[in-house]
């Protein structure tokens, strides 16, 4: 006999059910395999794949899996020294208002931009400086105590502040605070490290703490050495790692670094070169580097290295066909950024000793620009919010 109606119709509803219940697939009406389609979208822009998170459910959850944001951070960051496209973290002040102007350089072979960026800080804080940059995220505090510390991401416009810790500086008897910021892959946590300074009078020990965003707590980090640090900031930033230039008992000065993984401090000893050379640390290729010059030639510039077994090496000479007024640093590959008596950026090749690009930067002031390197990312921590969106208007009227 066949079978009534209503058990066909059960069966179909049945059936119905069950695929309703099903968990949509990003890739279930596409002809390409799911593990080629999240290897595409893992090599896109930020921007782009932000747009894509409307395409539908599946991609918006795929886009902001861990794993994800881990992998497209991966082919992001060692696609761009092989294509050329390099961007660098530019920190200005504005000719008139003394604002700051916080903008993206991105240089290819075909073509040269400076985007400015909206600034997560407000307005009436006039003493920021930028830490560094790690995996995307870059560090902004107050100088020169270091009392207002803000993680940013400037490709996901999303900012937050990290708590202030209970060992307040004390006015008068620290002198500063140095902030570094690194970055441990294996815990995937953000550290902000902070180097209480006294007086220059005095030659004691900076106190150091360290904030984990993993635990969201300081605590204290032991300074044997007994240096002292010169800035107010960590001179570079290379995989995480943050380096500044110290004092300690060392005519030629030395290095401290932050041991990430070990969570300790360490140092390594400078170029052993004439104490009235002038100096410039930078991330060559993911190595530590140096450009050296003297004070009195502004036409010639060594490049040093520094090597694992053989300590600091001289690479190469650089002469420059134009003569520079101030060294603002150089980006991963080695092309040099520096600033000309007129305030104009200009980025030097020492391979082919030609100028590749001039960056003319709107209403900034001469003498104040500092460049930082940066890989955008879609990472994201807890706390974030929204960087308010600056009318042109508002950044003309500062």
Known sequence: MPPSKGKGKGKKKGKSKKTKNRAPDATCNCILLREIIIDILSRLP????????????????????PKFIATHFLHSSSLQPSTGSLPLLLHARHLESSDHLLSLINLSPESSSVVELDNPYP??????????????????????????????????????NVPLSKSQPIIGTHSFVSIGFAYDSQKNDFLVLSLKSFGPETMIADEVEMYSTKSCSWERVPN???????????????????????????????????????????????????????????????????????????????IWVMDDEDGWTKKCNVEMLFGFDRMIGCFWNGNIVAED??????????????????????NAKSGFSMIFNYSESLVLMEGMRPVKKQAARDKLAR
């Open 46 to 65: 930020v921007k782009t794949l932000l747009q894509f998170r409307c395409v539908c459910k599946a991609w918006r959850k795929l886009i902001s899996k």
């Open 123 to 160: 307005f009436f804080l006039h003493n920021i400086l930028v830490a560094g940059s790690c995996n995307g995220i870059v560090c902004l505090f107050q100088a020169p105590l270091g009392d207002a510390i803000v993680l940013w991401n400037p490709a996901m416009r999303q900012s937050r």
């Open 224 to 302: 044997e050495m007994g240096f002292r640090v010169v800035r107010l900031s960590c001179n570079l930033i290379i995989k995480g790692v943050p380096y500044w230039s110290a004092l300690l008992d060392d005519p030629y000065g030395v290095l401290v670094y932050f041991d990430v993984s070990k969570r300790v401090l360490d140092k390594l000893p400078m170029p052993r070169v004439r104490l009235e050379i002038q100096g410039h640390l930078v991330n060559l290729e993911d190595s530590l580097g140096i450009l050296l010059w003297d004070k009195t030639d502004k036409y010639n510039v060594e």
């Open 341 to 362: 008596e007129n305030g104009v950026l200009f980025l030097f090749d020492p391979v082919t000793s030609s100028v590749k690009a001039k960056l003319c930067i709107d």
